[in-house]
């Protein structure tokens, strides 16, 4: 079984800090995302990142950051959390090259951020 | 950006009718298509997904894909209390995932 985890299940932060997400997936995958969810918007894609030292804006990169230096972990950072920044983050990973599944993200059980 | 809409809920229907969930994308060259199921405070998992125009069953899951109309949709055949969840429809064709807002769907006992 695929099994995605992220650090923290809930994150309360102060405005102004500098916050660190990270995500693990164990099965291999070379592409891995951070999303964030937010009640009738949907999932939101922040940043994505197809290989180690790769990374991809999604549609909403403005006050984060990402880094991936290791194939298996996936880091989201908030540079200076802001109260507009909270909700709840999920990352997911897949494996692109593996039909009939291929492109099938797995997700990570999700991070609460609240931002004071 | 691709634009992927569903049908608004919140959808609510006995136990033991059919659930029908619909999606529209607006690429029309999206080739994957995706349900994931979000029950409250947890995250999404892969219900179903359809690469080809037609039906695909799965259980009680019945996903239909028509490439032409861009729409696809889920049939929740003989609904059950544990079914109670949001649906989220994803479209994809470049490794990344567009998802609709979802469809609350409740299920009365």
């Known amino acids: 079984d695929v099994k995605v985890t992220q650090s923290s299940r809930y994150l309360v932060k102060r405005t102004g800090e500098k916050v660190f997400l990270e995500c693990v997936q164990d099965m291999d995958h070379e592409n891995m995302f951070w999303y964030r969810q937010d009640p009738g918007l949907g999932l939101r894609l922040i940043y994505f990142?197809?290989?180690?030292?790769?990374?991809e804006k999604g549609d909403i990169p403005e006050g984060y950051s990402v880094s991936r230096e290791k194939k298996e972990r996936f880091s989201l950072i908030l540079e200076s959390a802001s109260t507009n920044q909270t909700s709840m983050y999920l990352c997911?990973?897949?494996?692109?090259?593996?039909?009939?599944?291929?492109?099938?993200?797995?997700f990570g059980p999700g991070t609460r951020l609240l931002v004071l | 950006q691709k634009e992927v809409e569903q049908n608004s809920g919140p959808l609510s229907v006995p136990e033991g009718a059919i659930a029908s969930l619909n999606c529209t994308y607006s690429?029309?060259?999206?080739?994957?298509f995706f349900w994931y199921r979000q029950y409250s405070g947890k995250s999404p998992e892969l219900i179903m997904f359809i690469y080809s125009n037609g039906d695909k069953e799965d259980g009680r899951f019945t996903a239909q894909l028509n490439k032409a109309s861009q729409y696809v949709s889920l049939l929740i055949r003989d609904s059950q209390p544990s079914d109670s969840a949001t649906y989220l429809c994803?479209?994809?064709?470049?490794?990344?995932?567009?998802f609709g807002a979802g469809t609350t769907v409740t299920v009365r006992a």
């Open positions: 994803a479209v994809t064709g470049d490794y990344k995932l567009s």
């Open positions: 990142s197809y290989d180690v030292k790769m990374k």
């Open positions: 690429d029309r060259g999206s080739q994957s």
């Open positions: 997911a990973s897949s494996h692109p090259t593996r039909p009939p599944i291929q492109e099938t993200q797995y």
